[in-house]
């Protein structure tokens, strides 16, 4: 059929649940970089990272989460519940730490979106522990 593309997902999957990236521009969508969605284990904390450019948006999809936020320059660090019992989306700017934790009983599913598309060459994701 004209203008009809099928592109196969990866998905990866650790004991902490799993993750496949959405919607990428490469995929055609011109006005935004890259949405993805991951999955937390009961109890499992995942993130624990900092970007130097990249801006992304965070809402809970399914169960619930603690997200942890610290300030490089300032050093202020928040701490914000998200869940399905109430769908809100956080931005989280570059210099910021995020890490966060599946609070839930079950699954935890979190849809986030990026400015800035995941390139292997230049990830621009930073380790920094902030939850643990």
Same mark, same amino acid.
């Given at each position: 059929m004209k203008d009809i593309e099928i592109k196969d997902l990866k998905v990866f999957k650790d004991h902490r649940g799993w993750?496949?990236?959405l919607f990428r521009k490469e995929f055609g969508i011109e006005k935004m970089a890259q949405v993805n969605l991951t999955v937390a284990a009961p109890g499992m904390v $995942? *993130?624990?990272h900092y970007h130097l450019y990249k801006t992304e948006w965070y809402c809970v999809i $399914? *169960?619930?989460m603690r997200l942890v936020l610290k300030d490089m320059d300032s050093g202020k660090v928040s701490e914000i519940t998200?869940?399905?019992d109430k769908l809100r989306i956080v931005k989280i700017p570059p210099r910021v730490i995020h890490g966060f934790k599946n609070i839930g009983e079950g699954d935890m599913y979190l849809l986030y979106c990026t400015d800035t598309p995941f390139d292997?060459?230049?990830?621009d994701t930073f380790a920094e522990v902030v939850l643990e």
């Open positions: 993750f496949v990236e $995942k *993130g624990n $399914k *169960g619930g998200l869940g399905d292997p060459q230049d990830p």
